[in-house]
């Protein structure tokens, strides 16, 4: 089987590794450098934590698959830092925890996920981009018999053709009547240098200007911190650099005051174009031949996306037209 995957991010890239390992011939294909997209940069916090039990269980499954990717990759891609929640989400996520299975604390209102850790995403790009071997590409339309349209004016033709370009995905599916959201807002997440050896963190306290924030080791002797600011202050319009500036004002205020043990100068910025309002969560859809992923914070699950697009994709027979199908 003949399998086009549009995106080279963690998710074209763990689907097309999934594929190939399913027996099929992939080409992926990127516009641009793989893992630069929302992919880019060198950490992002895995947990099993979630508000919801099927997610709590996709995570789960994700963390063995981790597992298994860092044996092949011969090294270590999700560390054993765990990941630690607080604020007001601690009793519904840890009833979604308990519901699925999974082993988790709740001590002092504060919710331990000892699965948690961190994603060491410059190694897995490595590994993935080493198996998959992408290739430079710019795809302008897509046809439901599997028919991509090339930007150059190529065309060829794939038994099935998989969507996970992120912030591209809704203009190419649009025209197959699949309906991606396409409202961007624009996000910010500072480096500091201090001690790293605590758990990843994330902390739905609001605090100053934040609603929420979210922090994990980086690089040896460094520490993220991102904080999500009222919509106001992350909207499309007012541009990537005026958010980052109002984000940094916030996140660096957020340090001086409840992380005095970090030095308060940012050394680092990663900027992001996540889906307004995505939160956690995976959407597929598919018309014909193609189908499509999308959603948001999707780093931590990629391995089992791969794993259960890959197994749609496989063990369907391409159709004509018109099938669609929305699920977690
Ligand atoms: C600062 C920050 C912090 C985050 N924290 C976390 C976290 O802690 N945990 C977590 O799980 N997730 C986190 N995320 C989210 C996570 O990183 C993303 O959800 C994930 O990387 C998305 O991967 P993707 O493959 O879907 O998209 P992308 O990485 O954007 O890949 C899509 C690719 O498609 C390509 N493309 C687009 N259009 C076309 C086209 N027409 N033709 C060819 N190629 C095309 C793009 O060039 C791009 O490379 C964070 C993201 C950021 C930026």
Redesign the pocket.
């Known amino acids: 089987m003949r399998v086009t995957v549009?995106?080279?991010?963690?998710?074209?890239?763990a689907t097309a590794y999934q594929l190939m390992t399913a027996g099929a011939t992939v080409r992926c294909?990127?516009?641009?450098?793989?893992?630069?997209?929302?992919?880019?940069?060198d950490t992002?916090?895995?947990r099993v934590a979630h508000g919801d039990p099927a997610l709590v269980a996709e995570a789960r499954r994700a963390s063995e698959l981790w597992d298994d990717w860092s044996t092949t990759a011969g090294r270590t891609l999700v560390g054993a830092e765990r990941a630690m929640v607080s604020g007001p989400r601690v009793p519904a996520w840890a009833e979604a925890m308990a519901a699925a299975g999974a082993i988790h604390r709740v001590v002092d209102g504060v919710l331990h996920d000892p699965a948690g850790g961190v994603?060491d995403l410059v190694a897995t790009g490595r590994f993935l981009v080493g198996a998959v071997a992408p290739e430079r590409?710019?795809?302008?339309a897509l046809d439901g018999d599997g028919t991509v349209h090339l930007a150059d004016g190529g065309t060829e033709r794939a038994d099935a053709i998989v969507v996970?370009?992120?912030?591209?995905?809704p203009a190419?599916v649009a025209p197959l009547g699949i309906e991606v959201p396409a409202a961007l807002e624009h996000?910010?997440?500072f480096t500091f240098a201090g001690p790293a050896d605590q758990p990843c963190h994330l902390d739905a306290r609001a605090d100053g200007d934040l609603a929420s924030t979210?922090q994990?080791r980086t690089r040896a002797g460094h520490w993220a911190v991102?904080g999500h600011l009222p919509d106001a202050d992350t909207a499309w319009e007012l541009g990537a650099d005026e958010v980052a500036r109002r984000s940094r004002e916030a996140v660096v205020d957020h340090v001086r005051r409840v992380l005095p043990h970090l030095d308060p100068t940012p050394v680092d910025e990663?900027?992001?174009t996540?889906m307004r309002g995505a939160g956690d969560g995976v959407h597929r859809a598919r018309a014909g031949a193609v189908h499509v992923v999308?959603?948001?914070?999707?780093?931590?699950?990629?391995p089992r996306i791969g794993e259960v697009v890959a197994a749609d994709v496989v063990g369907d027979t391409p159709v004509g037209g018109g099938g669609r199908d929305h699920a977690p």
């Open positions: 549009v995106g080279a991010g963690i998710v074209g890239l294909l990127d516009v641009g450098e793989p893992m630069a997209g929302r992919s880019g940069g992002r916090i895995f994603l590409g710019e795809v302008a996970a370009a992120g912030a591209g995905t190419l996000h910010a997440r979210y994990h991102g990663l900027r992001c996540p999308w959603g948001d914070n999707l780093a931590k699950l990629a």
